[in-house]
């Protein structure tokens, strides 16, 4: 039986993961075992969702902080006063045809260290849609066959922004672009086809459960094949790593705070709401460098190093 909570109240809102917080105000600084209940629901329940919350990108940057250190997204510009925080925008005019996040993914995976997790708040949503989906890479793991596991347990992946961000991959094409959107701002200042190693199977730092770190957005190829051999593998993983029962979908509404854990989790921005203009706020907390089978050594040996 879970231990209950005292000072905020959890709501689960589906079997895989994901909960709504209340009884918290986000404006402030939290007290010591508000925090320590907030860590505890975050890794509970992956992805943790307050609603009603009336903050300043300055609060945003401090609350975050609360849970590590802050990092930034390479390419996206930030707030001119507060370097910490990127604004997501669509404009209601945008005819792209690409929505920023728009498939299934793990955020700059193409980092050594990729993000622990991202807060991302609803200055102006849609009156409808907009909504972001979730899914749960430790199911994703744990329902794979054991032989599927094993292989999976020795394998590395390179990973690249080249993928997203290269014009010589498509990039430049407005169906597939992450730089096609109107209303967003990019600062491409480092080489996007930089590659970067982790393992497929990562053990999360604080679990330490096993789950599958699969990334359509930044997955190049496994280690020592090419990118031909790799695609069944990957089309199959991808496409098992958002099966409907692993995943949960969260609606915004002026005010909503999302906060989930980019180590574990997989998510989607729902593109539903053409001709209304989106508004969110993002800070990203740093992580550390994923380790797992097939990449054992741990982030505090990293980090020394």
């Known amino acids: 039986m879970k ?4 000072r905020i109240e959890v709501a689960p809102i589906a079997g895989a993961l994901g909960a709504e917080i209340s009884g918290v105000d986000l404006s402030k600084p939290l007290d010591a075992e508000t925090l320590a209940e907030l860590r505890r629901a975050f890794n509970e329940y992956l992805v943790i969702y307050f609603h009603g919350q009336d903050i300043t990108p ?38 792209s045809g690409m929505n920023f996040g728009g498939i299934w993914h793990m955020d700059v995976t193409f980092m050594e260290c990729p ?14 849609g907009g909504d972001t989906m979730f899914s749960n890479m430790y199911l994703a793991y744990e329902t794979l066959s054991p032989g599927m596991r094993a ?36 600062e491409i200042k480092e080489d996007v086809t930089a590659e970067m190693e982790h393992p497929l199977v990562r053990i999360h730092p604080e679990t330490g459960k096993k789950l599958l770190f699969v990334n359509a957005g930044y997955q190049v190829r496994f280690k ?15 496409a098992h790593a958002c099966r409907p029962e692993f995943t949960c979908r969260f609606r915004y509404a002026k005010g909503t705070l999302g906060f989930w854990d980019n180590r574990c989790v997989q998510h989607f921005a ?14 990203q907390i740093g992580g550390d460098r994923p380790y797992g089978p097939a990449m054992p050594l741990d982030n505090r040996q990293l980090a020394a190093e």
Do not use: W
Not at 3 to 6: E, R
Not at 115 to 128: D, E, T
């Open 224 to 238: 020592d094949m090419t990118e031909e051999e790799s695609k069944p593998l990957f089309d199959f993983l991808n």
């Open 115 to 128: 993000p622990l997790g991202s807060m991302l708040y609803a200055v102006a949503p849609p009156p409808f």
């Open 58 to 95: 300055g609060q945003q940057t401090e609350l975050a902080r609360q849970f590590g250190p802050l990092t930034k997204h390479p390419f996206i510009k930030t707030l001119p006063d507060y370097p910490e925080v990127a604004p997501l925008i669509r404009d209601a005019d945008d005819k």
């Open 151 to 186: 292989l999976c347990d020795q394998l590395i992946v390179i990973h690249s922004a080249a993928v997203s961000y290269d014009p010589h991959r498509g990039a430049d094409d407005p169906k597939k672009s992450k730089v096609a959107q109107k209303g967003m701002e990019f």
């Open 3 to 6: 231990a209950a909570y005292n």
């Open 270 to 283: 729902l593109d539903d709401y053409r001709g209304y203009r989106r508004e969110m706020h993002r800070v």
